[in-house]
């Protein structure tokens, strides 16, 4: 298993360009969730899913947008990339059996905005 | 809402001595809580969780957690550091779709 994979590793973008992170997971896991990781604020949630075809707003979410076609893969789309959008992206997936809801990790993506 | 503050965003241990990592959480209902390491440039892994069965949480790589109510407390502790705990950790609180994480507690580990 691969468990929680990441595309790219690394991006660097112009202000105004717009990209897609790809996050795949060979888990069979229903929820998926895109995070951004900035300094001293720990994770913050950007958009998730709870099942294929659904997605739902997080704690930040503006300038983001998602998509879940098909159950292994969640979709996190900059349309015109902001400065304040440099971050570094992670992407989790669990199954929220009962009892057990801990989020596998992918190894993140660093966007850097210029 | 359910909500976790970490306490200190930097412990420095030498290499053997205690390891302690303040955690205290906010819920309105039992909380599912979890304590994970980012090592740097990687992933967030998970070091062990509360579901509330034991109170005394044993998890990977010698570290530990207790669950205290009264004291909304869930604090990480390793009898001895080891160079290879220097990382970043993480205490997170489970709501009813995500979780809601810390802002971080930094471990440096000195010879």
Redesign the interface.
């Known amino acids: 298993n691969a468990g929680?994979t990441q595309t790219p590793k690394f991006r660097v973008l112009k202000t105004g360009q717009s990209m897609t992170l790809l996050c795949a997971q060979d888990m069979n896991h229903e929820?998926m969730?895109w995070y951004r990781q900035d300094p001293?604020?720990?994770?913050?949630?950007i958009h998730?899913s709870?099942g294929e075809g659904t997605t739902?707003k997080?704690e930040v979410p503006d300038g983001y947008n998602v998509s879940r076609l098909k159950k292994q893969n969640f979709l996190l789309g900059l349309e015109s990339a902001a400065p304040s959008q440099t971050s570094v992206y992670?992407c989790?997936s669990s199954y929220p059996t009962s009892?057990?809801?801990?989020?596998?990790?992918?190894?993140?993506t660093r966007l850097t905005v210029t | 809402a359910q909500s976790v503050t970490q306490l200190g965003s930097h412990v420095s241990v030498s290499e053997g001595a205690l390891v302690l990592l303040r955690c205290n959480y906010s819920s309105s209902v039992p909380p599912y809580l979890f304590w994970y390491v980012q090592y740097p440039n990687k992933g967030l892994q998970l070091l062990l969780k509360y579901t509330s069965a034991a109170t005394l949480v044993k998890g990977i790589n010698g570290f530990e957690a207790e669950f205290k109510k009264s004291e909304t407390s869930f604090h990480l502790t390793k009898p001895s550091a080891h160079m290879s705990d220097a990382a970043e950790y993480f205490c997170a609180v489970r709501t009813s779709y995500d979780m809601r994480f810390g802002a971080g507690t930094r471990l440096t580990v000195k010879p």
């Open positions: 929680v929820y969730y001293g604020m720990g994770l913050r949630l998730y709870v739902a997080g992670f989790a009892g057990s809801y801990e989020q596998y990790f992918g190894p993140g």
